[in-house]
């Protein structure tokens, strides 16, 4: 019913700078919080950023300051700005939104991208 579709991954080397895009689309009433989150490798999922409806923001200790998360609400559509980054940061990065799929505000269901990888060289 809803899709979540990422984009914007790839190779980068240290130092450099992605931008992730994750845009959703679907039986959409409206998109609560949105979010990034991230897994490399043997270790758990974590989350790397998420934002509010209203544009309030969270980010993990190890992104603060090179990661910035942004959405733009008529597009459905929330962003990830990676600069100066690191090899720790290489990982599958998924998109993450709490979607309204009607008008009741009783139900909210979360929903998750595909998941795009980022690799970033030494």
């Known amino acids: 019913q809803v899709q979540l579709v990422e984009s914007g991954g790839g190779l980068v080397q240290a130092g450099g700078s992605l931008r992730l895009s994750c845009a959703a689309s679907g039986s959409i009433f409206s998109i609560n919080a949105m979010g990034w989150y991230r897994q490399a490798p043997g270790k758990q999922r974590e989350l790397v950023a998420d934002i509010t409806s209203g544009g309030t923001t969270n980010y993990a200790d190890s992104v603060k300051g090179r990661f910035t998360i942004s959405r733009d609400n008529a597009k459905n559509t929330v962003y990830l700005q990676m600069n100066s980054l690191e090899p720790e940061d290489t990982a599958v990065y998924y998109c993450?939104?709490?979607?309204?799929?009607?008008?009741?505000?009783?139900?909210?269901?979360?929903?998750w991208g595909q998941g795009t990888q980022v690799t970033v060289s030494s």
């Open positions: 993450n939104a709490g979607v309204r799929t009607t008008m009741s505000r009783f139900i909210e269901y979360d929903y």
